[in-house]
């Protein structure tokens, strides 16, 4: 059994920055990356960013130089480092993290960019 536990979540002004953190625990025989993905009603899960287990990043477009995406592979942690966030920034994020057989999923937390 995997378990992923996020924080960090809230209401911000545009413009403002917030700091996302997950934590995954249980079977984690083999870690391959872990990432952050966002859904806002009525839209399929989109990813925001990926790290992988080396290292290795990936940011979609619409965050690519306001989002940064770190790891702790000692604490099975990713982060997100969110600056300049806009209002379409706002959405229901979700953690995830990658072994061999699956892909398993946090409970999302809200993030609200709205003045």
């Known amino acids: 059994q995997v378990q992923l536990v996020e924080s960090g979540g809230g209401l911000v002004q545009p413009g403002g920055s917030l700091r996302l953190s997950c934590a995954a625990s249980?079977?984690?025989?083999?870690?391959?990356?872990m990432g952050w993905h966002r859904q806002v009603p009525g839209k399929e899960r989109e990813l925001v960013a990926s790290?992988?287990?080396?290292?290795?990043?990936n940011y979609a477009d619409s965050v690519k130089g306001r989002f940064t995406i770190s790891g702790d592979n000692a604490k099975n942690a990713v982060y997100l480092q969110m600056d300049s966030l806009k209002p379409e920034d706002t959405a229901v994020y979700y953690c995830?993290?990658?072994?061999?057989?699956?892909?398993?999923w946090g409970q999302g937390i809200q993030v609200t960019v709205s003045s």
């Open positions: 249980g079977s984690l025989f083999r870690v391959y990356g």
């Open positions: 790290i992988t287990r080396t290292g290795s990043t």
């Open positions: 995830n993290v990658v072994v061999p057989t699956a892909r398993y």
